[in-house]
């Protein structure tokens, strides 16, 4: 069992209790360092694309909601220093299940790289015509971050009060979960290059 492992029933503890949560030993640095430059090569081979929002029929790409360029993960063809990181999503979809009967049955899961002055308005990660995203999963890949850098997730984590928001540091290993239907959420501007892999566990 990994450190990661030893946390997880007070991880999912703590989400089933507040709704959100925020870990900061998700990945060492040194994995949390390899997968960043895993994006930066898959980026460079012009895997990514630009970001869209909406689904199906409604989905564009639109620069005044969000400015991030993304590359899903394939779970059937990791490279070396995904392995990590889906050894210890899939630790967290099978706690979650036991703990929370949550119903998830599979996850999707992207590099996320937001350009020097990119940023994602405020939304929720469910869909209006789509209610299949269960629990987001936010991990960060960049060293060194300081608060001039930007590119805070704000999470308003009182859905009924619309000034109670924090402010969290996109902070290479941290991990925050939290659930999709219920938390509005917005990346602040980033001043540097953010790297982060962001998925969604779905039912
Ligand atoms: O990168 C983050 O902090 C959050 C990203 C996000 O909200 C999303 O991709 O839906
Ligand atoms: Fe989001």
């Known amino acids: 069992m990994n450190d990661f492992e030893a946390q997880l029933p007070a991880l999912i503890d703590a989400l089933a209790h507040t709704g959100w949560v925020v870990y900061d030993d998700f990945l060492s640095q040194d994995q949390a360092t390899a997968l960043r430059v895993e994006g930066q090569r898959r980026q460079q081979q012009g895997e990514f694309h630009r970001a869209a929002v909406g689904r199906a029929d409604a989905r564009s790409q639109r620069d005044e909601i969000r400015g991030d360029d993304v ?6 063809q990791p490279s070396d220093p995904e ?90 290993g941290r991990l925050v979960l939290f659930l999709s239907e219920r938390y509005w959420h917005e990346v602040l501007p980033a001043q540097q290059p953010r790297w982060s892999i962001t998925g969604w566990m779905r039912r």
């Open 71 to 76: 590359r899903w993960l394939d779970p059937q």
């Open 83 to 172: 392995h990590a990181y889906w050894q210890r999503i899939n630790a967290l979809q099978g706690g979650l299940n036991r703990e929370l009967f949550l119903g998830i049955r599979e996850g999707e899961f992207h590099y996320a790289h937001y350009p020097v002055g990119s940023f994602y308005k405020r939304h929720l990660d469910r869909f209006r015509d789509n209610d299949a995203r269960v629990v987001s999963v936010v991990c960060y890949l960049n060293s060194d971050w300081q608060t001039h850098d930007g590119g805070q997730l704000r999470l308003w984590h009182d859905p009924d009060q619309a000034d109670h928001y924090i402010d969290i540091a996109p902070q290479a």
